[in-house]
């Protein structure tokens, strides 16, 4: 069984910076993409950022510049740096892990944690 689990998710100001983490456990392919999505209300699941197994990362054009996302293979880990979050990035942030052999949007999901930027 293939589970994954975030973690960092929260209220935080304006200008505010959190870190979410996605710890991966269960058997899985060790070549995989990772990354993040993220579902605001009234609105579709997109992707806030992906890293692939040699490390190239990809970036909605929303949160390039502000967000880094990184991997840790050997933990079996991805995490998203967040910087100068703003109120429309609140949304609900899911981890994706996907095998190389799966199609994008496909994969292992976490359960999804809460962000809220307010002041």
């Known amino acids: 069984q293939v589970q994954l689990v975030e973690s960092g998710g929260g209220l935080v100001q304006p200008g505010g910076s959190l870190r979410l983490s996605c710890a991966v456990s269960?058997?899985?392919?060790?070549?995989?993409?990772m990354g993040w999505y993220r579902q605001a209300p009234g609105k579709e699941r997109e992707l806030v950022a992906d890293?692939?197994?040699?490390?190239?990362?990809n970036y909605a054009m929303s949160v390039k510049g502000r967000f880094l996302v990184s991997r840790n293979n050997a933990q079996n880990m991805v995490n998203l740096q967040m910087n100068d979050l703003k109120p429309e990035d609140t949304a609900v942030y899911y981890c994706?892990?996907?095998?190389?052999?799966?199609?994008?949007?496909?994969?292992?999901w976490g359960q999804g944690t809460q962000v809220t930027v307010s002041s």
């Open positions: 994706n892990v996907r095998p190389i052999i799966y199609n994008v949007g496909h994969g292992y």
């Open positions: 890293i692939s197994p040699s490390g190239a990362t």
């Open positions: 269960g058997s899985i392919s060790t070549i995989y993409f």
